[in-house]
């Protein structure tokens, strides 16, 4: 059997080495290192493949995340609620803007934001709400836009976790994840599903002035050469990052495609098991796609409810087979995000999550010999 790995990011190289490195040698004679042609070009192929009108390439996704925020024009003391249960990166930018974060609890099916609780925490200053679209599906995003248009909210997706989700909204519009709320952003970094050799993000938006305003901030706040019309920051996509972008970016659906089949393999084992609790897909494609596409597994998540997540968490460890807990500690413990204002009760399903939650090994490149050895692992020792 080939050694488990949370992430196998070698398999994908040795199927695009010869088109990325013959990229990236072309880069270095022409010695266009940011922006330029190859950016250019990724950022149209990407606006195609999300269906929006306007992909603005940036440095990471935390800068994706912050440009957009800024893009709006978010004041500070400006409310902003996402959810308790994700990668601090979405906190932390709202907290660096000086807006105030509101944390909310999520749902325990599908980990993502409790439309809800989104609703209870609407204040006078609440001024957008930031849907993490979770370990790979969309938040509920019917509901949310619904509430953001009778409370007159942006919604800014976090979708660094779910790029090449499909979404079906009720009224039958088709879209990407990313592409639905007033602007969307995403990562790069090289283990999400689409990720670069490196640090880089991007932001999506179908609206033409603030996509005109966003591309202003990521360079300094430039609309003209050194004419600074607005409080800007450096954040650009390197071409050698969209070089190995666009080789992968054809090949996205059919790395979904993997990651849906180990993901199916993985429930199917775990069928009937009286201590785990499989990730939970909405369909709401139903009748529509063939084979579900609202889910591309960024991780694939279990939650162990007999009290033994830890220990199997050094089960699995000390057996060669690599695992992770995303995340252990809710938001609104951490100590840069604690506030007075914030209840224990508040937060019912996150506090519980983050003692069950336990993610498997999850890529392109898992074979059935190595999930049927995982899965054997994992029920033989819940049920030891
Ligand atoms: C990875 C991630 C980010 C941040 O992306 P970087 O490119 O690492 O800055 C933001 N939000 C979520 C949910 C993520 O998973």
């Known amino acids: 059997m080939k050694k488990i790995q949370m992430v196998d990011l070698n398999g994908q190289y040795q199927e695009i080495k010869e088109q990325v490195n013959t990229a990236i040698a072309e880069i270095l004679e022409t010695s266009a290192f940011i922006n330029g042609p190859e950016v250019h070009a990724f950022q149209k192929e990407l606006e195609d493949y999300l269906n929006v009108k306007h992909v603005i390439p940036c440095a990471n996704g935390t800068d994706a995340l912050q440009i957009a925020m800024m893009g709006l024009g978010l004041k500070p003391g400006d409310e902003v609620i996402t959810a308790d249960f994700t990668f601090a990166a979405t906190v932390e930018v709202i907290a660096l803007l000086q807006l105030t974060p509101v944390l909310v609890d999520v749902y325990p099916d599908t980990f993502n934001i409790n439309v809800e609780a989104i609703e209870k925490a609407i204040t006078p200053k609440t001024k957008a709400i930031v849907p993490v679209h979770l370990f790979g599906q969309c938040a509920n995003m019917d509901a949310i836009m619904a509430l953001a248009k009778k409370h007159n909210l942006y919604v800014i997706e976090d979708n660094a976790q779910a790029i090449g989700a499909k979404y079906y909204a009720s009224d039958g ?18 283990s999400k599903n689409l990720g670069c050799y490196g640090d880089g993000g ?46 992968k970016l054809p090949r996205l659906n059919g790395y979904c495609e993997s990651r849906r089949n180990a993901a199916r393999a993985y429930s199917k084992a775990f069928e009937g098991q009286k201590h785990i609790i499989t990730p939970k897909t909405v369909t709401h494609c139903e009748g529509i796609c063939d084979i579900c596409e609202c889910h591309v597994f960024h991780q694939y998540t279990l939650r162990i409810t007999n009290g033994r997540r830890d220990a199997l968490v050094q089960y699995l460890n000390k057996n060669n087979i690599p695992c992770g807990v995303y995340y252990p500690i809710p938001l609104h413990r951490q100590k840069a995000y604690a506030d007075e204002r914030y209840k224990e009760e508040d937060f019912p399903v996150t506090n519980q999550l983050v003692t069950e939650v ?15 050895h995982i899965t054997d692992m994992v029920i033989g020792f819940v049920n030891e």
């Open 358 to 372: 336990i993610s498997l090994p999850m890529h392109t490149e898992l074979d059935s010999e190595q999930i049927n």
């Open 202 to 247: 991007a932001i999506f938006t179908n609206d033409d002035d603030l996509a005109h305003i966003i591309r202003g901030v990521v360079n300094h706040g430039m609309y003209e050469r050194y004419h600074h019309d607005v409080v800007g920051v450096n954040s650009r996509l390197d071409a050698i990052q969209a070089a190995v972008l666009r080789a």
């Open 173 to 190: 519009t088709k879209y990407m994840a990313g592409g639905i709320g007033h602007v969307g952003a995403t990562s790069f970094f090289p």
